[in-house]
């Protein structure tokens, strides 16, 4: 089965320092991995993922993360955190128990981040 | 990118009263869409796929007779809560998958289910 692990549910930071919030996965195969944001309220926002390529992926707002094989993980990391950076993070892989044709995401189960002024 | 409209945003109900909550994709053909419930300070539990023209898909220990699920066309699915009871109260969040972006998922707003 296909797991995602968010081992912090906190992560607190201040504003203008770099930021890391960590995952890591559990596949049978190769992963499909992705981060989404989540604002009170709100739906979740794409950020980046991870297919095939370069390991290091860059996405919207300046986030980026870092595939590592080895370490089965996919951290997200920006340079410089803002006030506005401050939500619900979630990293998620795709599933791929019902083969090719599925998109199911498994979801961890999400880094509250706060940037603090 | 691609657009998910979720309607509506918050809803207010009476205990046994059903409601339906909309999931639109309204720039592209969505022949798959997902539903998730979401509890307060928890990550997003799957309910179902939706696939377009045929029966959704339930996951293990989801209620299909109470969570009715329609996907009539390539744009538009609804989960209906049918006799909802205070404990369905939470957040549900529709995704859909646009064919011509493999690998990705766009996520509605979500609605906000409150049963008095």
């Known amino acids: 089965a296909q797991s995602v692990a968010q081992p912090e549910d906190q992560v607190n930071v201040a504003e203008g320092n770099p930021l890391t919030v960590k995952c890591t996965y559990s596949v049978s195969g190769n992963p499909y991995l992705f981060w989404y944001v989540q604002y009170p309220n709100r739906g979740l926002q794409f950020l980046l993922k991870?297919?095939?390529?370069?390991?290091l992926v860059k996405g919207s707002y300046g986030f980026e993360a870092e595939f590592n094989k080895s370490q089965t993980s996919f951290h997200l990391k920006k340079p410089s955190a803002l006030v506005s950076d401050s939500a619900l993070y979630f990293c998620a892989v795709r599933d791929m128990r019902s083969g090719a044709g599925s998109y199911q995401l498994t979801f961890g189960k999400g880094t509250k981040l706060s940037v603090i002024p | 990118g691609a657009v998910v409209s979720q309607h509506p945003s918050r809803v207010i109900c009476k205990s046994g009263t059903s409601v339906k909550i909309e999931c639109r994709s309204l720039?592209?053909?969505?022949?798959?869409m997902f539903w998730y419930r979401q509890f307060p300070k928890k990550s997003l539990m799957l309910m179902a796929t939706s696939n377009e023209g045929s029966k959704a898909t339930y996951e293990q220990g989801v209620e299909k007779d109470k969570f009715l699920i329609n996907h009539a066309s390539l744009t538009l699915s609804t989960l209906t809560v049918t006799s909802a009871h205070p404990e369905d109260s939470s957040f549900y969040i529709c995704?859909?998958?646009?064919?011509?972006?493999?690998?990705?998922?766009?996520f509605g707003e979500g609605s906000r289910l409150t049963v008095l």
């Open positions: 991870y297919i095939t390529g370069d390991n």
């Open positions: 995704s859909a998958r646009d064919r011509a972006l493999p690998g990705e998922l766009f």
């Open positions: 720039d592209f053909q969505a022949t798959t």
